[in-house]
């Protein structure tokens, strides 16, 4: 089983919808980051959180929120999805100040 | 604001030739730096790390080298196979809120 599991892997939805993207790790890190990517623009961080009761912004946190249920899942919600959402979104897991581990990532593509 | 920029999005390197990968970064407090490999279909993965209190680090025949004073990363890989063929990221630490944040990426094409 993979340390760090996203579902789903792929979602088509429409404008307007609210989308849920789930994240869940058995490696018992504390830290765990949801990014978008694009191409050409690389992984942007969206919002990340350090423990259940620490949540943070990041570079593009506008349009998008997230709860961190427990520490082993954090999930992204979209509340109403807007074609330029539509992206690869990877979540990842940390033990400061390691490396980051990723999930395998969830294609998001909304018409 | 902090940023990473990578200074080509492509790179074509023979078969057997060492590669290079540029990145620059902005944030002159950040002390901690991390290469990532990302193949078709996959998340990235770890591929060296280096710190601030050092300018060399190498892996298995991979070099991290960092310039804090005109705040340039490379990522060295020699003697290339078809399975370096990947984009590659570089990332770096920003000190004043631990944020990851990283770079455009460099896709490299590894030529017969």
């Known amino acids: 089983d993979a340390d760090v599991t996203q579902t789903p892997r792929n979602r088509i939805t429409k404008t307007g919808k609210r989308i849920m993207l789930e994240c869940s790790q058995t490696k018992g890190h504390d830290r765990m980051y949801w990014y978008r990517q694009d191409p050409g623009l690389g992984l942007r961080l969206i919002y990340y959180?350090?423990?259940?009761?620490?949540?943070n912004k990041g570079e593009i946190s506008d349009g998008y929120s997230v709860s961190r249920q427990a520490q082993a899942k954090f999930s992204l919600s979209l509340e109403s999805a807007i074609p330029n959402q539509t992206a690869l979104y990877f979540c990842?897991?940390?033990?400061?100040?390691?490396?980051?581990?990723f999930g395998e990532g969830s294609r998001l593509t909304v018409l | 604001g902090e940023s990473v920029g990578l200074h080509l999005p492509t790179l074509s390197v023979q078969e057997g030739d060492n590669s290079i990968i540029n990145c620059a970064y902005s944030?002159?407090?950040?002390?901690?730096f991390i290469w990532y490999k990302q193949e078709s279909g996959k998340g990235p993965q770890f591929i060296i790390d280096?710190?601030?209190?050092?300018d060399k680090r190498q892996g298995q025949r991979v070099t991290v080298l960092l310039n804090k004073t005109v705040k340039h990363l490379s990522l060295q890989i020699a003697a290339t196979q078809p399975g370096d063929s990947a984009v590659y990221f570089c990332?770096?630490?920003?000190?004043?809120?631990?944020?990851?944040?990283f770079g455009k990426g460099t896709r490299l094409h590894i030529l017969p």
């Open positions: 944030n002159s407090a950040s002390d901690y």
């Open positions: 959180s350090f423990d259940v009761k620490d949540i």
């Open positions: 990842a897991t940390s033990d400061f100040p390691g490396e980051l581990f």
């Open positions: 990332a770096v630490l920003m000190n004043r809120d631990d944020k990851i944040i």
């Open positions: 280096i710190r601030s209190n050092m």
